[in-house]
């Protein structure tokens, strides 16, 4: 596509469910992240694939969040047993490669809100 | 720690001025920086890179310095406009593999 799409742009969840947010970057583009931004809040660094090699899960806050990318492509970012903490707008980004010029194209985000 | 820091009180400031925002950070050495724009229920998008090696990088009405001594980036906006109201985010390479480490962002409003 065009640009990064995610989806769903906006889930509502009870505390306690498991979501799954979806990502899908631009053709092409062989790196890829997740972002988490909390009202009037940065962007916390979440998890970052590159290629084959073994993804960058050192931004994850706990346990109950994983993240994965099929064929290189797609990526799907779950949150287990969800908590009211976790609502937050979810930010995917993809970049073309990895160097040290690398801009990242971000998506619209996926709008959590967990009651 | 580390700490990427961008003045949190929203800039005010007259159509056709020059906005200035900062970014400060420490415990960094990043070999590069990038400006962002955010929209409201937008994502980021990008606007400069500059490098550590370089001090002063510019496009149209944009300007950013890079200060690897006071470890400061300073972001210009000559003769705003009211459409340059956003917030505006610092990102600082870390892990040196195109990870950015994001500071919070400053709202700029720019008032006709």
């Known amino acids: 596509g065009a640009g990064v799409s995610q989806s769903p742009s906006n889930k509502v969840t009870e505390k306690g469910k498991d979501v799954e947010l979806r990502c899908d970057p631009i053709?092409?583009?062989?790196?890829l992240y997740w972002y988490r931004q909390s009202l009037g809040q940065g962007l916390e660094f979440l998890i970052y694939?590159?290629?084959?090699?073994?993804?960058?899960k050192s931004g994850l806050p706990s346990d109950r969040f994983s993240a994965e990318r099929t064929g290189g492509s797609v990526s799907t970012l779950t949150i287990q047993r969800t908590q009211q903490e976790d609502s937050a707008v979810y930010l995917c980004?993809?970049?073309?490669?990895?160097?040290?010029?690398?801009?990242?194209?971000f998506g619209e985000g996926s709008r959590l809100t967990v009651l | 720690s580390q700490k990427i820091e961008q003045n949190s009180e929203a800039l005010n400031i007259q159509e056709g001025k020059t906005a200035t925002l900062t970014c400060n950070y420490t415990?960094?050495?990043?070999?590069?920086l990038q400006w962002y724009r955010q929209d409201p229920g937008r994502g980021p998008v990008f606007l400069l890179l500059?490098?550590?090696?370089?001090k002063e990088k510019r496009k149209e009405r944009l300007k950013v310095t890079f200060d690897t001594t006071l470890k400061q980036s300073l972001f210009h906006i000559t003769a705003s406009q009211p459409a340059d109201s956003a917030t505006y985010l610092c990102?600082?390479?870390?892990?040196?593999?195109?990870?950015?480490?994001f500071g919070a962002g400053t709202r700029l409003a720019v008032h006709p």
């Open positions: 990102a600082l390479e870390n892990g040196g593999y195109n990870k950015l480490i």
């Open positions: 500059i490098r550590e090696n370089e």
């Open positions: 415990n960094y050495s990043p070999a590069y």
């Open positions: 053709s092409g583009h062989t790196a």
């Open positions: 980004a993809s970049s073309r490669e990895v160097s040290n010029t690398g801009e990242l194209f």
């Open positions: 694939f590159q290629g084959n090699s073994a993804p960058d």
